[in-house]
């Protein structure tokens, strides 16, 4: 049938031969057990034990101490989507191999763009149990995190100091892959000194500090996440004379003492009215000369596939905040005392936001 026929059209062949369902759905369906399985060998180091070439499963199962069968099974699923490569053995009866390929290089530990921390992420409960609230999201208009925990994101992670880990290791292993492309595709260099406020581990920072060498910065976050900062060690070296930290919360209060003001990822957390709260906080801190810098995705208004419009549900499913088009960014800034003043998008699918005090 037409993709394009019309419902009339559709509804009319009901009593016809069933027609076989479109692979998109069908796609669909594998990629759950897909994800649910590269997830798991994330967590379990599967890709780290292959590093120096193929094995088959039973050495690898060895190695971690799982099961040769199931660890077997796994693998071949994954081979068969592209993920990880599995090699026909040369002698008849032996047993097959497994192998990186350019696809599972990537959930090696400790190599550059390395997404195993975020999949690693995806394997905890913090990640897939609010999913399965989605329904109620979409009935209410409210978080799956707070249905299946009882509280906040945020409040859950500090109870849980495993899984609190767990995360920060995610969102650097992000912040790792998208701070180069952001602080090359944007001038921070005009603004001399900056404060990243909820800036983690600082490693957005770093990347800003070192692609603008003449700028000054300031990690702004809560103690206990600067007390993370300072073990890792992204601001040190050769930035130690550049960049300090200090103590913000920015629900409370954001320090002054520099230009402009970046907040990557922060916003998006957060529903309107906690949102302006923040800005609001922002808008106290910034001069007359300076500006606030909105790293956030930027979702598009057409129908165009995009990785916002995907990041975006997340937050209905786990925050209650949300990713927004440039008009709704501009409504939001001008009720904080912001004008946004220029969007300039990334590689990364991430823009900055560039708003201006009125």
Known sequence: MDSKASPSAIASSAGAAPAMPPKELLQIADGFVIHRCVCAVARLGVADVLTDGPQTAAQIAKQLRLNISALHRVLRALASAGIFEEIAPQSPGAPRLFANNRVSHFLRSNVPGSLRARFVFGDIQFIYAPYAELVHCIETGKTGREKVFGMDGFEYLKQRPDQARI????????????????????????????????????????????????????????????????????????????????????????????????????????????????????????????????????????????????????????????????????????????????????????????????
């Not at 960049?243 to 916003?267: L, N, W």
């Not at 440039?326 to 699918?349: C, H, I, K, M, Q």
């Open 167 to 358: 995360f920060d290791d995610a969102m650097t292993s992000m912040s790792a892959v998208i701070g180069p492309p952001v602080a090359a595709a944007y001038d921070f260099g005009q603004w001399g000194s900056i404060t990243d406020v909820g800036g983690g581990n600082g490693i957005l920072l770093a990347a800003i500090l070192r692609a603008h060498p003449k700028v000054q910065g300031v990690l702004a976050d809560l103690p206990h996440v600067l007390g993370r900062a300072r073990e890792r060690g992204y601001l040190g070296g050769e930035l130690q004379n550049r960049a300090q930290m200090r103590e913000c919360d920015f629900f409370h209060e954001i320090p002054s003492g520099t230009r402009a003001y970046v907040m990557k990822s922060i916003i998006h957390d957060w529903d309107d009215e906690k949102a302006r709260h923040i800005l609001a906080n922002c808008r106290r801190a910034v001069p007359k000369d300076g500006a606030v810098l909105l790293v956030e995705w930027n979702v598009p208004e057409g129908p165009e596939p995009s990785p916002a419009k995907m990041v975006d549900v997340t937050m209905l499913v786990m925050t209650g905040g949300r990713e927004r088009t440039p008009d709704e960014y501009r409504e939001l800034l001008a009720s904080a005392g912001f004008r946004l003043n220029r969007v300039t998008p990334t590689p990364t699918g991430m823009a900055v936001f560039e708003a201006l005090p009125v």
